[in-house]
């Protein structure tokens, strides 16, 4: 890492130096908080977590040829280079603030309550054409995985696209200070933590604090079809741009072809040009996410065939409408998390499917006090829906089952419904063969403390 040396990394931390003079002027290769992921010459983070104290690892990091530790205290009898802070948490974060400092790339900042991910792989996937992209790994997108990431960009890269997630006032501002994002992409802004931000205006001025540190010449890409997006006029004297499936945007599709599970054929229209474009993830969703991409491309000079190429490239992600094929069963994996505008699309989406589709749906977290009744809109729309069935997981998700019950009542709708208070009794079902799992398509979705992937791991392995 170019002027990382330990000697900055402790003046950009407010750190105090305790090891040998002679290696202040050296240079870290990496940093990391994962012990097991620390190499020659990388300098470790020890952090105090819940259950585990990462200054316990610090001989260990030590004794592979760590360059240095970033620790609130030094171990008794340990010797080595040592950069002693107050908070290790906040010296991560100041670390990769005057890392960013050093960098001359441009960096993508992605926010907003849902499609930040599949946005994410899209602007990559299309800036990879052209350029050495670094992109966010998995879901390191919040105070600890965005310094993480950053401190993964290296002399090769050209561009860097940052996936930034928040669930309260404050921490967007405290992420966009590390990232200073170039690009700013807002995907919608939708009832999610509604615990902690109150309301879909709240949540608009939470996401909108990445403004705070954008670079004075940048530019903000909006999702045109958001109605709370809309309300965006200038953002440091520029109009942002906008993308979305209204011909009214500056970036727009149409001729859309739905091909189901399949993904979706579509005319991609920019202010200069059209052209056929074909995404493989399912959903008219995605199209949105892949305007979104075609719009930063064409601001750094991709042509056409490069972003249709990128967009082409796409794959999903693991939990997020990952359609995972077995016999007899076709899964859709999309239960990395929820919340109402999500669990509508995944709706949706298994809607596209053909033969039997059953919809099993736990809880959704961060709802604050109308948790209630967004669980019951969820299930009333499911049975909507016209799908087979409808399972619904977890304490929340009662209110789920009794919406769906209470739309079924209204609309005589035969999609059956079925209610279990914890994932446990589900799997038993399935697992005593009480429940069959054969020739359907399934959707798995929930908010991630419920722990679907063990769920997904049943039904495919």
């Known amino acids: 890492m170019e002027y990382m040396t330990l000697e900055r990394i402790a003046a950009a931390c407010g750190g105090h130096y305790n090891g040998k003079e002679a290696d202040k002027n050296r240079e870290a290769a990496g940093v990391v908080l994962d012990s097991r992921k620390a190499e020659a010459d990388f300098c470790f983070v020890a952090t105090r977590g819940e259950h585990v104290d990462g200054h316990s690892f610090i001989p260990d990091v030590l004794a592979k040829g760590a360059a240095c530790v970033v620790c609130e205290y030094i171990p008794e009898g340990v010797e080595g280079n040592f950069i002693v802070v107050q908070d290790s948490f906040q010296a991560l974060r100041?670390?990769?603030?005057?890392?960013?400092?050093?960098?001359?790339?441009?960096?993508?900042?992605?926010?907003?309550?849902?499609?930040k991910t599949s946005t994410k792989e899209f602007i990559a996937g299309v800036l990879e054409q052209k350029y050495n992209v670094l992109k966010t790994e998995g879901n390191f997108n919040n105070e600890i995985g965005v310094p993480l990431t950053l401190l993964r960009i290296r002399k090769e890269h050209e561009i860097a696209v940052v996936e930034m997630g928040i669930n309260h006032f404050g921490e967007m501002r405290r992420l966009s200070k590390m990232v200073k994002p170039d690009v700013c992409v807002m995907t919608n802004i939708g009832e999610c933590h509604l615990e902690f931000l109150g309301s879909r205006e709240g949540i608009l001025r939470a996401k909108s604090e990445i403004f705070d540190y954008l670079s004075e010449d940048g530019t903000v890409y909006v999702n045109g079809d958001d109605d709370m997006l809309q309300t965006i006029e200038r953002v440091k004297h520029k109009r942002p741009v906008r993308f979305g499936l209204d011909g009214r945007n500056d970036y727009y599709a149409d001729g859309i072809i739905n091909k189901g599970l399949l993904g979706c054929s579509f005319m991609l229209h920019t202010p200069k040009e059209c052209f056929a474009a074909e995404t493989n993830l399912p959903g008219e969703h995605m199209i949105r996410?892949?305007?979104?991409?075609?719009?930063?491309?064409?601001?750094?000079?991709?042509?056409?065939?490069?972003?249709?190429?990128?967009?082409?490239?796409?794959?999903?992600?693991?939990?997020?409408?990952?359609?995972?094929?077995?016999?007899?069963?076709?899964?859709?994996?999309?239960?990395?998390?929820?919340?109402?505008?999500?669990?509508?699309?995944?709706?949706?989406?298994?809607?596209?499917?053909?033969?039997?589709?059953?919809?099993?749906?736990?809880d959704m977290g961060e709802l604050g006090e109308n948790e209630a009744k967004y669980h019951a809109q969820i299930g009333a729309y499911a049975v909507n829906a016209q799908i087979t069935g409808l399972i619904c997981v977890g304490k929340l998700a009662k209110h789920m089952y009794q919406g769906a019950c209470r739309e079924k009542e209204k609309t005589l709708c035969n999609t059956f419904v079925k209610y279990y208070e914890t994932l446990d009794e589900l799997l038993a079902r399935i697992a005593d063969g009480s429940i069959r799992m054969d020739e359907l398509t399934v959707l798995v979705k929930a908010s991630h403390s419920m722990q679907f992937h063990r769920l997904v791991n049943a039904l495919v392995l």
């Open 94 to 115: 100041e670390i990769a603030e005057y890392y960013r400092s050093t960098l001359r790339i441009p960096i993508i900042g992605i926010t907003g309550s849902v499609g």
């Open 289 to 362: 996410n892949a305007l979104a991409a075609a719009a930063v491309a064409d601001q750094y000079g991709l042509t056409a065939q490069e972003i249709e190429k990128g967009i082409a490239s796409v794959l999903p992600v693991g939990g997020r409408s990952n359609i995972v094929r077995s016999e007899g069963l076709t899964l859709i994996d999309d239960c990395y998390n929820a919340n109402p505008v999500s669990m509508r699309a995944a709706i949706d989406l298994l809607a596209l499917a053909e033969g039997r589709k059953i919809a099993i749906l736990g």
